[in-house]
């Protein structure tokens, strides 16, 4: 196997690959790149086994062939070379001698046949803006579920219908969904809960994409391509709440919030919150937000806002880091807090344009 290929071509295609690698290293193959040279190009792919991401960089190949190498060295290895065409070859022993410029490496690699197989995708395309990933998903990935016995809860809803694209996310205490209304009369309907990680690597594909991403779906697998690159992702099973159930559709009491107000605040007053709580309580009465925490152990703080509120005097307790999470995936500055009442979920609403929401839905604290 030989192949020439430009040094930053190929350090992009090997930085892009490497949030998938397999961290644990149980498995020694899977902490491998598997690289194929064929005519013009070389296809850079990585798995985990759940997830598999693919690449591909252009390239001068006199002699075809396929070698894993070890990902993270490789990408070490480029990262050092200077800005120039890198000869690579691989003999039969599977150690692959590159030189770059004055310099030279070798490289010990492993049989092609050890690699796990990829699974093509063989049904219908749903073709989508990558914008919608790229600018959804950040939004939701605070409120999935931490908890590893909470196997259906470890990864977000995507819903894909002719009138919506829809992502939720949930933990138990606290549920995130964001959605654009719209026309998708040529979709797929989809219906299906994509892994936390399978996530992030779908996000980052989007955001770099510079057509629209098709995506398309499996008995149990997600499959999304955009370009050169492309992902496989292995789906969650088990029921995921009724989200609907838990989404306040009866909210007496409405203000507006300023992230850029807020915000701050929030990091202030939770210097003082509990460490094992982290609870807050938020004081409502005409015109006036007041923050509290109180630390048994280490004192007190608060912190008093002018918001447009002309309801009833009310407490209400929160875990901060819910409201702080929830604040740091906030782009916009104006969000809507609406609830019933002090033992009552609180809804809070951004908008995102003419088609796009974010909602998110916290749980109080028992106060």
């Given at each position: 196997?030989?192949f020439?290929?430009d040094?930053n071509a190929?350090?992009n295609?090997?930085?892009?690959?490497?949030?998938?690698l397999?961290?644990?290293n149980?498995i020694?193959i899977?902490?491998h790149?598997?690289v194929?040279?064929?005519?013009?190009?070389?296809?850079l792919?990585?798995?985990d086994?759940?997830?598999i991401?693919?690449?591909?960089?252009?390239?001068?190949?006199?002699?075809k062939?396929?070698?894993c190498l070890?990902a993270?060295k490789?990408w070490e290895?480029?990262?050092s070379?200077p800005s120039?065409?890198?000869?690579?070859?691989?003999?039969s022993?599977?150690?692959?001698?590159?030189?770059?410029?004055g310099a030279?490496f070798?490289?010990?690699g492993?049989?092609?046949?050890?690699y796990?197989e990829d699974q093509p995708?063989e049904?219908?395309?749903?073709?989508?803006?990558?914008?919608?990933?790229a600018r959804f998903?950040p939004?939701?990935?605070?409120a999935?579920?931490?908890?590893?016995s909470?196997?259906?809860?470890?990864g977000?809803?995507?819903?894909l219908?002719q009138?919506?694209?829809?992502f939720?996310?949930?933990d138990?205490?606290?549920l995130a969904?964001?959605?654009?209304?719209g026309?998708f009369?040529?979709?797929?309907?989809?219906?299906v809960?994509?892994?936390?990680?399978?996530?992030?690597e779908l996000?980052?594909l989007?955001a770099?994409?510079?057509?629209?991403v098709q995506?398309?779906?499996?008995?149990n697998?997600?499959?999304?391509k955009a370009?050169?690159?492309?992902l496989?992702a292995?789906?969650?099973?088990g029921d995921?709440?009724?989200y609907?159930?838990v989404i306040?559709?009866?909210?007496?009491?409405?203000?507006?919030?300023?992230?850029?107000?807020i915000?701050?605040?929030?990091?202030r007053?939770a210097?003082?919150?509990?460490?094992?709580s982290?609870a807050?309580?938020w004081?409502?009465?005409?015109?006036q937000?007041?923050?509290?925490?109180?630390?048994k152990?280490?004192?007190?703080?608060?912190?008093?806002?002018a918001?447009d509120?002309?309801?009833?005097?009310?407490?209400?307790g929160?875990?901060v880091?819910?409201l702080s999470d929830?604040?740091?995936?906030?782009e916009?500055d104006?969000?809507?807090?609406s609830f019933k009442?002090?033992?009552?979920?609180?809804l809070?609403?951004v908008?995102?344009?003419?088609?796009?929401?974010?909602r998110?839905?916290i749980?109080?604290?028992?106060?």
């Amino acid at each position: 196997m030989k192949f020439i290929i430009d040094r930053n071509a190929l350090y992009n295609e090997l930085t892009f690959l490497q949030s998938a690698l397999e961290k644990r290293n149980t498995i020694p193959i899977l902490s491998h790149l598997l690289v194929e040279a064929s005519a013009g190009k070389l296809t850079l792919r990585v798995t985990d086994l759940d997830l598999i991401v693919t690449t591909e960089c252009p390239a001068e190949v006199p002699l075809k062939g396929a070698v894993c190498l070890p990902a993270r060295k490789l990408w070490e290895i480029v990262k050092s070379l200077p800005s120039a065409e890198i000869h690579c070859l691989v003999g039969s022993d599977h150690q692959a001698e590159l030189k770059c410029a004055g310099a030279r490496f070798k490289l010990a690699g492993l049989e092609r046949d050890n690699y796990p197989e990829d699974q093509p995708y063989e049904g219908i395309w749903s073709e989508l803006d990558g914008e919608v990933f790229a600018r959804f998903i950040p939004r939701i990935m605070h409120a999935i579920c931490q908890e590893e016995s909470r196997y259906a809860l470890k990864g977000a809803k995507f819903e894909l219908n002719q009138e919506r694209v829809r992502f939720i996310a949930t933990d138990g205490h606290r549920l995130a969904l964001v959605e654009r209304q719209g026309n998708f009369q040529e979709a797929q309907e989809t219906d299906v809960l994509i892994p936390r990680k399978a996530l992030n690597e779908l996000a980052k594909l989007c955001a770099e994409a510079e057509a629209p991403v098709q995506i398309g779906r499996s008995e149990n697998r997600f499959y999304a391509k955009a370009g050169r690159r492309q992902l496989s992702a292995r789906l969650l099973s088990g029921d995921f709440p009724d989200y609907r159930a838990v989404i306040p559709t009866n909210h007496e009491h409405r203000f507006t919030l300023s992230c850029a107000t807020i915000a701050p605040a929030l990091r202030r007053v939770a210097l003082m919150t509990e460490s094992r709580s982290h609870a807050m309580t938020w004081a409502l009465e005409n015109g006036q937000l007041q923050l509290t925490a109180n630390d048994k152990e280490g004192g007190e703080a608060d912190d008093c806002l002018a918001v447009d509120y002309e309801g009833a005097q009310v407490a209400i307790g929160f875990n901060v880091q819910f409201l702080s999470d929830f604040f740091n995936a906030v782009e916009e500055d104006q969000v809507s807090f609406s609830f019933k009442d002090a033992h009552s979920q609180a809804l809070l609403t951004v908008d995102l344009g003419p088609q796009d929401c974010l909602r998110e839905v916290i749980m109080p604290l028992r106060t």
